[in-house]
Each structure stands twice: as C-alpha cells, then as structure tokens.
C-alpha cells in the first residue's frame, strides 16, 4: 500500500504560532497532494507537489518533499483560528494509470484564538 | 471561480434500495473520481473514469457500484442494492488531463437505515 500517514494525529497551538504536519508514504510517488477538511464537509485543495520538486509555498503554506525518506511536511506559518481543520496528504502513484488518490488518516488541527 | 457540485447533500435509504449519487464536473476536467469516507476514517478511493469508462477500481467498487456519465455534464455513482456498511460520505473527484490536481465535491451523506 503506498497510503500516507500523518503525524501528529492532533496537534493544538496557539494563534499567531505555526503549525507543521508531517506525512510518509511507502511507494513511488508522482505526487503528493494536501488537503483541508473542516468537520463533516469536503475537502478543499491545498497544494501538489510532484515528485521532483523540494518545497513549494503557497500563501501561509509551505510544504516540502522528501522522496528519499518518503516525507512530506505542510508548514502553516502565523496560524489563525480559522485554520482550524484536519489536513490530510494524499499520494499519487507512478504505477497507476489514473492517479487516483490514497489519503492517510489525517492530522486533526485546533488554533485557540 | 468554478466549482464541484453534488447532489443531494444527505441521502437517508433503506436496507436494499438503490440509491444515484450525483456529481456535475468543473467544465474542463476530463478524469473523473468517486471516494468514500466511513465516519472517523480515511478517504477511500471506489474508482475513475476517463473517457466514458471506467479506469480503475478498488476492491470496495463490487458489482453492487456502477458509474455512469449519461449526458456530457453529470457524473453518477449507482448503488443497486445499499448495505448499512455503505453509509459514508461520498465524494467526487475531478482533474484535467495535463494537471494532476483533483478538486472534490462538497460531499454526498449517505445514510443506510
């Protein structure tokens, strides 16, 4: 299986403080793709990065690869109580045709204002 | 900008009954999605569909799922004959063919009583 699994599973901080999750996986990967998830809703696109990129930002977002430890990290930076969610990784594999998804268990984030 | 959308946004069913889920695409994307996410755990991706057929599919999507995309802008996930393990969120996926980024769905609830 080439899920990915986040840690922590829940993190709590303080607004104004940073967040980073951090995600593995055990396949080849083409991509791998973040995602937000406020409770019991859909899940909003964060940001991809591909298999021969090392860091991409976006916004507040920073998010970094690993493929040699098969690590992902998604850095919030200056977080707010509104960033409040679960974010998950999710992986595309080189092996299938269609890209689909496999998403780990995701880390549950609280940001007390 | 455009968006996902799905329809109804909660199902409640029968044990037996069929249920349609339905999705209509952002206009440009030509690969289509279904996951599923059971309370409390992963997404879990039930199979793709690129050019009017299906691409790939997990060892959830049995005999019992099928997909249609009857007129060029609806997408539909059929349940013949619902279980009460096939209440769970469902969502659909879609992307175009040079992007790998996949913009879900707000979600369909489905709820086998």
């Known amino acids: 299986s080439q899920q990915g699994e986040e840690d922590p599973q829940a993190l709590s901080i303080q607004e104004g403080e940073n967040a980073t999750m951090n995600c593995s996986y055990k396949?080849?990967?083409?991509?791998l793709q973040w995602y937000r998830q406020n409770s019991g809703r859909g899940l909003v696109h964060l940001i991809l990065?591909?298999?021969?990129?090392r860091e991409k930002h976006s916004g507040r977002l920073r998010v970094t690869l690993d493929t040699s430890k098969k690590s992902s990290s998604l850095l919030i930076t200056a977080s707010r109580a509104a960033d409040t969610a679960s974010y998950f990784c999710?992986?595309?594999?080189?092996?299938?045709?269609?890209?689909?998804?496999?998403f780990g268990s995701g880390t549950r984030l609280l940001v007390r204002p | 900008e455009p968006e996902v959308t799905q329809t109804p946004s909660h199902q409640v069913t029968q044990m037996g009954q069929e249920v349609i889920l339905r999705c209509v695409p952002i206009?440009?994307?030509?690969?289509f999605y279904w996951y599923r996410q059971i309370l409390g755990q992963k997404v879990e991706f039930l199979v793709s569909?690129?050019?009017?057929?299906?691409?790939?599919k997990s060892e959830i999507f049995d005999d019992q799922f099928s997909v249609e995309r009857p007129d060029g802008s609806n997408f539909t996930l059929k349940i013949r004959s619902t279980k009460l393990e096939d209440s769970a969120m469902y969502f659909c996926?879609?992307?175009?063919?040079?992007?790998?980024?996949?913009?879900f769905g707000p979600g369909t609830r489905l709820t086998v009583t």
């Open positions: 396949t080849s990967i083409n991509n």
């Open positions: 206009s440009n994307h030509l690969y």
């Open positions: 569909f690129y050019n009017n057929e299906i691409s790939e």
């Open positions: 996926a879609g992307r175009t063919l040079e992007d790998f980024e996949q913009y």
């Open positions: 990065i591909r298999s021969n990129e």
């Open positions: 999710a992986t595309a594999g080189t092996e299938d045709s269609s890209y689909k998804l496999i």
